[in-house]
């Protein structure tokens, strides 16, 4: 997860920086310096991935047309 997946992802879902990290369990401070493109360690990024696949977010990997986020389809009853 990049930066500007990281942002897409939180706007989708409603989520504020500080509801966020709250979900993740980390400061706010973390969430703002990945979304600023500051290097973060990979477990702390992938904590912050989980929060938002837990929110409802799929998470697109590059192909051809760059990466992406989209809101996972809820099923119909």
Known sequence: MNAVQCKMARTATGLGVRELAKA?????????????????????????????????????????GGVGVRLRRTPTA
Do not use: C, H, K, W
């Open 24 to 64: 993740a369990g980390v400061s706010p401070d973390t969430v703002a310096r990945l979304e600023r493109g500051e290097a973060l360690r990979e477990p702390t990024v992938q904590i912050i991935r989980a929060a938002l696949e837990r929110a409802g977010v799929e998470f697109i990997p590059e192909n051809g």
